[in-house]
């Protein structure tokens, strides 16, 4: 079993920093793809950067303002998002398609980190 936990969640104001984790665990031989996404109450979850496409995208709204990155040795990734709206309110959560120690890959979710930006 492998799992996704992510972290970093904070109340910030507008303009403010923040660096989510997340912390893959488990009988992990290879992080093949990662993503982050967001939802907001009744809405939809929303693809917010990844490499799901075969290199880093982003979403419109967060493009110049996100940054994902990677610490394989740690099997951790992590979203910088900087000059945060609120708009950008949400709850947070990772995606990753993982290989095995057994060489099977499967897509993990984490279970939500809350961001709330206020005006």
């Known amino acids: 079993q492998v799992q996704l936990v992510e972290s970093g969640g904070d109340f910030v104001q507008a303009g403010d920093s923040l660096r989510l984790s997340c912390a893959a665990s488990?009988?992990?031989?290879?992080?093949?793809?990662i993503n982050w996404y967001r939802q907001t109450p009744g809405q939809q979850r929303e693809l917010v950067a990844g490499?799901?496409?075969?290199?880093?995208e982003y979403a419109a709204a967060v493009k110049g303002r996100f940054t994902i990155s990677r610490d394989n040795a740690k099997n951790t990734f992590y979203l910088q998002m900087n000059s945060l709206k609120p708009d950008d309110t949400g709850v947070y959560f990772c995606?990753?398609?993982?290989?095995?120690?057994?060489?099977?890959?499967?897509?993990?979710w984490g279970t939500g980190t809350l961001v709330t930006v206020s005006s």
């Open positions: 490499t799901s496409s075969g290199g880093t």
């Open positions: 488990g009988s992990i031989a290879q992080i093949n793809v």
């Open positions: 995606n990753a398609n993982i290989r095995s120690t057994s060489n099977n890959d499967e897509e993990y």
